[in-house]
């Protein structure tokens, strides 16, 4: 029969604390914004080149007032306005130039379980 020796074994980073997080609280809100506005162009993109779900479609009307999508001749139409709107608010959260309401948006519609779980490291 073979003894074992009890012992402690981690798995995290040599020198981190426990239960603290490795980036500052910009870079974690920096990394919530990058990724919601990820998951806003991704179902823009289907929309736009024609492949988009029916949750796809909804979504997108949703959050658009009824006079921009008539204004645009459609939802297609209006799908391609708004990739080149998030792609450009993409490039200032990346250089860190957000305007005012870039961060009035963010505040909308970031939760608290997006600045703790982020699938981005903003400084990497």
Known sequence: MTSYD????????AGMKWGR???SFASRVQGASLDNNQRKLARAT???EGRGSAGDKVGLFLTAA?????????LKNYANVQ???????????ESGKK???DKLEDFGSIGIADLMYSTRDAKG
Not at 6 to 13: N, Q, R, S
Not at 66 to 74: D, F, M, S, W
């Open 83 to 93: 990739v080149s709107k998030l792609n450009a608010q993409k490039a200032r959260i």
């Open 6 to 13: 009890a012992f402690l074994e981690h798995y995290g980073v």
């Open 99 to 101: 305007t005012a309401l």
């Open 46 to 48: 289907r929309v736009a």
């Open 66 to 74: 009824p006079g921009k999508i008539i204004a645009n001749k459609g």
């Open 21 to 23: 997080r490795r980036g």
